[in-house]
């Protein structure tokens, strides 16, 4: 089974703290991808990575940085949170098979004061 | 418009009924469809995929898809307490691309 993990389940942190949120993935994926769920707007691509040290912009970007210095391992950055970052981050990852599809992490959710 | 068009409910149903739930997609180059399940606090898990018109049933899940239509569904048979969540559908082009576009989500609660 792909086992998808996330560093936290519930984080509060402070408006202008820098936020790290760690997704680590053991099925060998290529890709990998951050979305944020708030009510009423579904699931949003922040960024996803294709590859190591690779990323690209997903849907909604602001704010928020990258890093994937291992294939199992991407990072979401808050260089300086804001209460309007309140929201619950998903990571998942998908490899390139043909009949490969997302998988998701349990989920973080982020409260910034 | 949004490329993925999905009525977010809620649907509320009494145990026991079939309920059918519904995506539009505007793009013929979508060629992969998915259902994911979410229940409340827990991440999406992938429920039924498929990549090409007709049905597919996994014991009481049925996918359906009328690419001709651009529209797909998921039904549920007998439906149980335990079916209530959040059902996401989402699809995606041909070609190594795995990004996904997804529907809002459809809220079920399935009454006991």
């Known amino acids: 089974d792909v086992k998808v993990t996330q560093s936290s389940r519930y984080l509060v942190k402070r408006t202008g703290e820098k936020v790290f949120l760690e997704c680590v993935q053991d099925?060998?994926?290529?890709?990998m991808f951050w979305y944020r769920q708030d009510p009423g707007l579904g699931l949003r691509l922040i960024y996803f990575?294709?590859?190591?040290?690779?990323?690209e912009k997903g849907d909604i970007p602001e704010g928020y940085s990258v890093s994937r210095e291992k294939k199992e391992r991407f990072s979401l950055i808050l260089e300086s949170a804001s209460t309007n970052q309140t929201s619950m981050y998903l990571c998942?990852?998908?490899?390139?098979?043909?009949?490969?599809?997302?998988?998701f992490g349990p989920g973080t959710r982020l409260t910034v004061l | 418009q949004k490329e993925v068009e999905q009525d977010p409910g809620p649907l509320s149903v009494p145990e026991g009924a079939i309920v059918s739930l519904n995506c539009t997609y505007s793009?013929?180059?979508?060629?992969?469809f998915m259902w994911y399940r979410q229940y409340s606090r827990k991440g999406p898990e992938l429920l039924m995929y498929?990549?090409s018109s007709g049905n597919k049933e996994d014991g009481r899940f049925t996918a359906q898809v009328d690419k001709s239509s651009k529209y797909i569904s998921l039904f549920i048979r007998d439906s149980q307490p335990s079916d209530s969540a959040t059902y996401l559908c989402?699809?995606?082009?041909?070609?190594?691309?795995?990004?996904?576009?997804w529907g809002l989500g459809t809220s079920l609660a399935v009454n006991p």
């Open positions: 498929t990549y």
């Open positions: 793009n013929s180059a979508f060629q992969y």
């Open positions: 998942a990852s998908t490899g390139l098979a043909r009949t490969d599809t997302q998988y």
């Open positions: 990575s294709y590859d190591v040290k690779m990323k």
């Open positions: 099925m060998d994926h290529e890709n």
């Open positions: 989402a699809t995606r082009r041909a070609g190594n691309n795995r990004k996904l576009i």
